[in-house]
């Protein structure tokens, strides 16, 4: 893991940017996809795939690699984004996203892509595959750490729950969760589908050792991922706060953009707005 000084925070602010860029225009040319979850973890994985994890693009199956398990496989779009722009695949395969025989399906498929840890579809089976990673890791005696990303609607799911009193039981400290807490999903906000809160005290009573970050926030949440490690005889859950369709201001918060993709007009307008924010930050760079 490199240093985290201002400079680093910027390039991966770009890197962010990036990925949002890329996402936008694979989701305008699939035509179907998630857009407002996607960018709204562009910051996470842009901390993830250059800064936290320890890994190789180029050898993507390398034993010690940390593994990062995402549940929501819905928001694939900003995965095959971040992996392609560290090189684990050619940029110009992101137009291929949801094409009969891509292998960017529109959720991934662990035997198609190499780096994709696990297959997802439907929501919540991702925290029991970590959980079960986890547990193999440590009977191996191995060193890797295990990340799971997933969304805040997934844990109104009942697996999801047993899950995660399993892996509190079992003091997974190899384990961090990420729960993308943007309280939006396809039918409308969390809260009036079906309330979560209290979030928090839930993972407490289930043995989870609890950090709330402000997803956006790439310096935030590499703290909390840092401390998550420092963490021992728990599994760490950090709820972080996003902003659904975060960089582009007629998708922002806007839940009926859980499950749409913008058509040539809104993916021109959205794609300046994006290039508007990367001249900002290479202005701060200077």
Same mark, same amino acid.
């Given at each position: ?77 900003? %995965?095959?984004?971040?992996? $392609? ?5 050619? #940029?110009? /395969?992101?137009? +291929? ?121 790439? %310096?935030?949440?590499?703290? $909390? ?5 420092? #963490?021992? /005889?728990?599994? +760490? ?50």
């Amino acid at each position: 893991m490199f240093e985290l000084n201002d400079a680093k925070i910027i390039e991966l602010e770009e890197k962010a940017n990036k990925i949002r860029e890329l996402t936008i225009s694979s989701l305008l040319e699939a035509g179907s996809g998630h857009s407002a979850g996607s960018l709204g973890m562009a910051d996470i994985f842009a901390a993830f795939y250059f800064h936290l994890l320890n890994h190789d693009p180029k050898n993507p199956e390398w034993d010690e690699r940390d593994r990062l398990v995402l549940s929501n496989g819905h928001i694939c779009p900003v %995965r095959y984004a971040a992996m $392609a722009l560290s090189g684990y695949f050619p #940029i110009e /395969e992101l137009k +291929t996203l949801r094409k009969i025989n891509s292998r960017l399906q529109g959720h991934p498929h662990r035997t198609s892509l190499p780096g994709v840890e696990t297959t997802s579809g439907p929501l919540g089976e991702g925290v029991s595959q970590s959980i079960g990673i986890a547990l193999a890791a440590r009977l191996d005696k191995k060193k890797y750490h295990i990340y799971c990303v997933s969304s805040d609607g997934e844990h109104q799911e009942g697996n999801t729950w047993e899950a995660v009193m399993f892996a509190g039981k079992q003091k997974l400290d190899n384990l961090t969760l990420i729960i993308d807490r943007n309280n939006i999903q396809i039918d409308g906000f969390t809260e009036d589908v079906m309330p979560l809160e209290p979030l928090k005290e839930k993972y407490e009573a289930f043995n989870w050792h609890v950090l709330e970050v402000d997803g956006n926030n790439i %310096r935030a949440f590499i703290d $909390a991922s840092a401390q998550a490690k420092s #963490i021992h /005889e728990k599994p +760490t859950v950090i709820i972080a706060h996003t902003i659904p369709g975060k960089g582009v201001d007629f998708m922002e918060n806007d839940f009926t953009w859980h499950g749409k993709t913008p058509d040539k007009d809104q993916a021109k307008k959205a794609l300046s707005e994006l290039r508007t924010l990367e001249g900002k930050i290479e202005s701060e760079s200077q």
